[in-house]
């Protein structure tokens, strides 16, 4: 058992956020070993119980939830900061090229390795990612994460058309090697596997139609891909599919919609989608520095709410700009007063800082287990320096209640902030 002294955060099951300014923290293994949250709460109530254990104490430190991030490409870490004039002459001159490379085994090792080093840098202890269309990616990527205990959920791109010579796929192959890979590495240690069209466009019906007789008899494997991001995108999709409802409703037809269906982006919507965002159990994984960078839109957070879809943040690397969660929580509050035409929603620090902890994990269908400090939950948690520049702790100090400390770590925060992650007991140090 380890008894940790420090401020901690946490979140109640209706979302609020909990905070111990002297908490306690302890954290034990279960009986497969796997470490988990024994308690969590207030130092002065709780301490008694743990009088024999040795206390590691960290004055002036904030433990909190590891995040998580619901959608990230491993293969574009090198594409950030790419410019283009939209989504699809990034994907044909930047991100197609780069992923090619991905057929050498050896590079996607390397890119893997350096990955999961800056996941854990930034304090990302989750992440649902994208790979390339070639299976040794995917065995890449699991390696990796299994080999430092990181709860990842990854998959092989389907792309059987309009892609170049290097990522497009072969229709029947490409089924078979997702097949594959999901009795290799589905539910192994702490991995997990996702069906992973890219996007409709890239994907022949054939392809689709695969992809959801699969989703249908591995109902507990995820769904990923990519949908209404962009203008230019949203009508290739219609011409492609004119006999779907809308480019979301094409998911639907071919049976990628349900439970544990992720969906990035989510921006052009009406309330017809909505609707059937919410009726499916499909959820959005909205990732506002791509949707800057690459001047998709403006996530719709009211629409989304007034309809009731799940959705939590992601980093979108590489058309997301950043692997650090505390960019896309400001870039989210950015989006969201935009996307309310200015009227003023201001999404709350705690509502920031839980679409990208436990509401990301409840969006994953994988909440009390990951994204949250409850008993019960996997302890994966970072360690928080809010001195760790001098801005900070001249701002952190004048904080008088929880909304202004959090607002002054989501403005001012980066991955100097996160002095540590801790997954499974291991300690990673975000400097060397
Ligand atoms: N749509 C299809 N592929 C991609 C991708 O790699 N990134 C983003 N942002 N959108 C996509
Ligand atoms: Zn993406």
């Excluded at 279960?30 to 743990?50: I, K, S, T």
């Excluded at 991100?95 to 050896?106: M, N, W």
């Excluded at 249908?216 to 006999?243: C, G, K, T």
């Excluded at 499916?280 to 009731?308: C, E, H, I, K």
Aim: proline share 5%; charged share 20%.
């Amino acid at each position: 058992m380890h008894v940790y002294r420090s401020a901690l955060l946490r979140f109640a099951d209706d979302g609020s956020a909990l905070y111990d300014e002297d908490g306690l923290l302890a954290v034990g293994p279960d009986e497969q070993g796997r470490q988990r949250v024994v308690a969590a709460g207030a130092w002065q109530a709780l301490a008694h119980q743990y009088a024999d254990h040795p206390v590691t104490h960290l004055p002036g430190r904030i433990l909190a939830p590891g995040f998580v991030d619901m959608h990230i490409h491993f293969p574009q870490t090198d594409v950030i900061g790419s410019p283009a004039d939209g989504l699809l002459p990034w994907l044909e001159n930047y991100t197609f090229p780069h992923e090619s490379r991905f057929v050498d085994p050896a590079y996607g090792a390397q890119v893997a390795g350096f990955f999961v080093d800056e996941l854990l840098r930034n304090g990302v202890t989750t992440a649902l990612t994208f790979a390339t269309s070639h299976p040794a990616s995917v065995d890449a990527l699991f390696t990796e994460a299994q080999r430092r205990q990181l709860r990842l959920i990854t998959g092989k791109v389907l792309q059987d058309r309009h892609s170049p010579d290097g990522v497009r796929d072969d229709t029947e192959q490409s089924l078979l090697d997702t097949e594959a890979l999901i009795q290799r590495w589905h539910g192994v240690d702490r991995l997990g596997y996702a069906i992973t069209p890219r996007f409709a466009p890239t994907s022949t019906p054939e392809q689709l139609r695969g992809a959801g007789e699969l989703a249908a008899r591995y109902p507990d494997v995820w769904i990923q891909s990519h949908v209404a991001e962009n203008l230019d995108e949203i009508r290739w999709a219609r011409e492609l599919f004119p006999a779907s409802r809308s480019y979301l409703a094409v998911y639907d037809d071919f049976g990628l919609m349900r439970e544990r269906a992720v969906y990035a982006h989510c921006i052009h919507f009406d309330d017809d989608d909505r609707a059937l965002m919410r009726d499916t159990g499909t959820v959005a994984a909205v990732s506002p520095t791509s949707n800057l960078f690459l001047g998709s839109g403006f996530f719709d957070y009211a629409g989304a709410d007034r309809v009731g879809f799940g959705y939590g943040l992601a980093s979108d690397v590489g058309g997301g700009t950043s692997f650090s969660p505390f960019h896309t929580m400001l870039a989210a509050y950015y989006v969201g007063r935009e996307g309310q035409s200015k009227q003023g929603l201001s999404l709350s620090p705690r509502q920031l800082w839980w679409q990208h902890t436990a509401g990301a994990a409840q969006a994953l269908g994988l909440a009390g287990v990951v994204g949250n400090l409850q008993p019960g939950c996997e302890a994966d948690f970072v360690v928080l320096n809010p001195r760790a520049t001098p801005l900070l702790e001249r701002k952190t100090a004048q904080a008088r209640n929880l909304d202004e400390l959090l607002f002054a770590l989501i403005v001012l925060g980066d991955d100097r902030l996160v002095e540590q992650t801790v997954i499974s007991q291991a300690k990673y140090a975000s400097r060397a």
